[in-house]
């Protein structure tokens, strides 16, 4: 299994700027200590794509996709992009493949979302069966699911290599290693804002929550570990201080250790801006100096 570290970075940020830069980003994020860095999928650049060309950039930084649509590409498609960048980088590439939400799914790839969980396990069973011709490195790639429930985190256990929870409390952490068990990798993401400013930190936070909390997958996660329709609603401060740490250095070092000590391997730290800001280079470097 790859050895992505305790702490990585988790960001969609890059899909702002031009790959030229985004090569060089990566490259300082490396300099940096990082060994690993995340990236989604929606609307923006392909992951697998955008994989490639930060793994061609750099020569130690792991690159994981926090995740891949499993309705973005055929499960063949997936285990021979997963298998190419597994065997081009050496063995830095990490699958993270999810289900999405039904809005992005219906609206955005006009199509159907009825089955999430059967889907995924359809998913997992067709790309371990589909043929690979091509050279391949002599081990198997890792592959995570981002699994919230308990039916998705045993799938994640009984059929992947771990999970990657997201939007997601310490509470849920010590849940879903009790439910993968040991041996399987737990990546949970961790939201921050770094800003002495509590009141302006706290604003920022419930400004990126609200999207979230507009998805079913991620309230229903909330409401089966100890929160309200109240606290989804608002967001109350007990939520936003559970879900994003806002604040300095320190509080995100406290917050990453209880993740580890719940279970988590490696945590995936994302350091939320406001819209139009520059990229968060001093707070990446300031949490790897603390962190790595």
């Known amino acids: 299994m790859i050895d992505i570290g305790r702490a990585g970075l988790w960001t969609s940020l890059l899909d702002q700027y031009p790959t030229s830069r985004v090569r060089d980003v990566v490259v300082e994020l490396e300099e940096l ?50 298998r190419t960048l597994h065997e081009a980088s050496g063995g830095r590439f990490l699958l993270g493949l999810g289900v999405s939400h039904a809005p992005m799914i219906t609206t955005a790839r006009k199509l159907p979302y009825v089955t999430p ?15 690979f011709s091509a050279f391949g490195a002599p081990d198997d790639p890792t592959t ?14 009984d059929q992947a290599d771990g999970a990657h929870p997201y939007f997601s409390p310490v509470e849920h952490t010590a849940a879903a290693r009790e439910i993968l068990g040991p041996g399987k990798l737990l990546a949970p993401e961790q939201m921050v804002v770094l800003d002495d400013d509590l009141t302006r930190a706290r604003e920022l936070a419930v400004e990126h929550m609200t999207r979230y909390l507009r998805l079913p997958n991620y309230t229903n996660n909330l409401l089966r570990h100890g929160f309200d329709e109240d606290d989804v609603a608002g967001p109350s401060p007990r939520l936003v201080d559970a879900i994003v740490v806002c604040g300095d250095v320190d509080a995100v070092v406290r917050r990453v250790g209880e993740h580890h000590a719940a279970g988590a391997d490696h945590v995936c730290v994302q ?11 001093r707070e990446w470097n300031e949490l790897a100096a603390a962190l790595i």
Do not use: F
Request: charged share 15%; with cysteine.
């Open 33 to 82: 200590g990082w060994p690993c860095i995340w990236r989604p999928e929606t609307s923006g650049r392909d992951a697998l794509v955008a994989a490639a060309h930060m793994l061609d950039a750099t020569t130690t930084l792991r690159v994981a996709t926090g995740i891949a649509q499993i309705q973005a590409r055929h499960p063949l498609t997936a285990n021979a992009a997963q």
């Open 117 to 131: 969980y059967s889907d995924m396990a359809a998913y997992l069973a067709a790309m371990k069966e589909a043929p």
């Open 144 to 157: 995570v699911l981002a699994a919230l429930g308990p039916k998705m985190l045993r799938l994640a256990a």
């Open 271 to 281: 350091v939320l801006t406001a819209r139009d800001a520059p990229l968060p280079m």
